[in-house]
C-alpha cells in the first residue's frame, strides 16, 4: 500500500575535528552559511575510517592521522536525518601546507583556523563549537 509519502532513511556520515598545533580544519560546504569539520558519507564496502580519510582530502587535500573514535551524534532536520561517526585526528605532515582552493565540488573554503576563534565565533557551527570544546578535553587530558 502507498501512501504518497516517501520514507527516507538515515545517512551515515563521518566527520573530522582534524587539529593542527593550535588550529582546527573548517570547511565552509555550499550553500550554507556556517563553517563546519570536513567529512562526508559513507560508502558501501567502505569503513568509517577509510571514508574519513577520503572525504578530509577530497574537501581539503591534507591527508590525516585517526588519533581516536570522538563520538556518535545524530542530527535530525525536516529534510534530513544524519547519523555521524566522528573522530579527532592531526595531519600527517608536520606543516599540512595550503589548503586546496577549490578543494571540491561540494566545498566554497577550506582553511585552518585558530581554535580560540573558532570556539567564539558566530559562523562556526554551534554544535561544531561544542565538539571542539569537548574534544579537546578528551585530547589534552
Known amino acids: 500500500m502507498?501512501?504518497?509519502?516517501?520514507?527516507?532513511?538515515?545517512e551515515l556520515v563521518v566527520g573530522g575535528y582534524v587539529f593542527w598545533e593550535s588550529n582546527i580544519l573548517l570547511v565552509l560546504k555550499k550553500n550554507e552559511q556556517q563553517w563546519v569539520i570536513?567529512?562526508?558519507?559513507?560508502?558501501?564496502?567502505?569503513?568509517?575510517e577509510r571514508a574519513l580519510a577520503r572525504e578530509v582530502?577530497?574537501?581539503?587535500?591534507?591527508?590525516?592521522?585517526?588519533k581516536r573514535?570522538?563520538?556518535?551524534?545524530?542530527?535530525i532536520a525536516s529534510s534530513r536525518h544524519l547519523f555521524c561517526v566522528d573522530?579527532?585526528?592531526?595531519?600527517?605532515?608536520?606543516?599540512?601546507?595550503?589548503?586546496?582552493?577549490?578543494?571540491?565540488?561540494?566545498?566554497?573554503?577550506?582553511h585552518w583556523e585558530k581554535i580560540s576563534k573558532a570556539v567564539?565565533?558566530?559562523?562556526?557551527?554551534?554544535?561544531?563549537?561544542e565538539g571542539i570544546k569537548k574534544a579537546l578535553k578528551m585530547t589534552f587530558k
Open 2 to 10: 502507498n501512501s504518497g509519502i516517501q520514507k527516507l532513511n538515515p
Open 38 to 48: 570536513p567529512g562526508g558519507h559513507i560508502e558501501y564496502g567502505e569503513t568509517a
Open 57 to 66: 582530502f577530497e574537501e581539503t587535500g591534507v591527508r590525516i592521522k585517526i
Open 69 to 75: 573514535f570522538f563520538k556518535n551524534t545524530q542530527l
Open 87 to 110: 573522530y579527532i585526528c592531526h595531519p600527517i605532515k608536520d606543516n599540512p601546507g595550503i589548503i586546496l582552493f577549490p578543494p571540491s565540488s561540494e566545498i566554497q573554503k577550506a
Open 120 to 129: 567564539n565565533s558566530s559562523r562556526v557551527a554551534a554544535h561544531i563549537k
